[in-house]
């Protein structure tokens, strides 16, 4: 890879839109960079879930919320909300739903090498 590269999210090299869902993915070597839009009324569990299974969100999230609110609530009862101006970071198994009139939008960084579990391909 060379040693300065820029992409943009407006022209991603992979696009995935389930239900009320945009994400926007740009890939750096082993590095995925997503800016993740969810309209206002998505939730985890009714829009992601029937394409990915599972009880819970499996996937780990690191990133950085510029615009709305989202509620999150993990398998252990614990519960945070994200707002704009937000850098978070979610462990696997939980639930998420926007909470605003607005549509959240977060920057979401993933150096595992490992697909957005959440984006994967069925």
Known sequence: MPSLVKKSFDNPDELVTPDKTRAEILEFGTVKAARVTAQPGWKWSECIQPHVGGESCQAG??????????????????????????????????????????????????????????????
């Open 61 to 122: 999230h690191l990133g950085a919320c510029v615009q709305g609110s989202m509620r999150v609530t993990h398998d252990d009862g614990s519960e945070l909300i994200v707002n704009a101006g937000d850098a978070y970071s979610i462990a696997p198994g939980h639930d998420g739903e926007v909470i605003s009139d607005v549509a959240f939008i977060g920057y979401e960084f993933n150096n595992q090498g490992k697909d957005f579990a959440v984006w994967e391909k069925s």
